[in-house]
């Protein structure tokens, strides 16, 4: 079974760069045909799809996002990491990590998530 975990900051102060990276375990973020996505859920809203990367090493980005995010990964770690510059307190939320078979909030496993506060 596919586990995904979340790590990185929990607090983090408006302009400054937010990194998460997800850990996989059970399978290899270069297998088959998945997408490695990360989605987040700010306080009182719904899923936001962010971005993701294919087990081909292809990235896409939320259109409204693509000039602040980037998605790379690490093989050797089976990791896969989120950078999104310059953040305001409207990027507070919680973010998890998933895979899914296309690039949407549609998962088929997902990690727990980790709070991220954007904050002076």
């Known amino acids: 079974q596919v586990q995904l975990q979340e790590s990185g900051p929990g607090l983090v102060k408006p302009s400054q760069t937010l990194s998460l990276t997800c850990t996989v375990s059970g399978g290899s973020i270069t297998s088959n045909s998945y997408y490695w996505s990360w989605i987040r ?25 693509k000039s602040r995010t980037s998605i790379y990964r690490d093989t050797s770690k089976n990791q896969f990491t989120l950078q999104l510059t310059s953040v305001t307190p409207e990027d507070t939320a919680v973010y998890y990590c998933g895979r899914g078979r296309v690039p949407t909030t549609t998962l088929d496993y997902r990690g727990q998530g980790t709070q991220v506060t954007v904050s002076s």
Do not use: D, F
Not at 44 to 59: D, N, P, Q, R, V
């Open 41 to 65: 859920q700010p306080p009182g809203k719904g899923l936001e799809w962010m971005g993701a990367i294919h087990s081909s090493g292809i990235t896409s980005y939320r259109p409204s996002l």
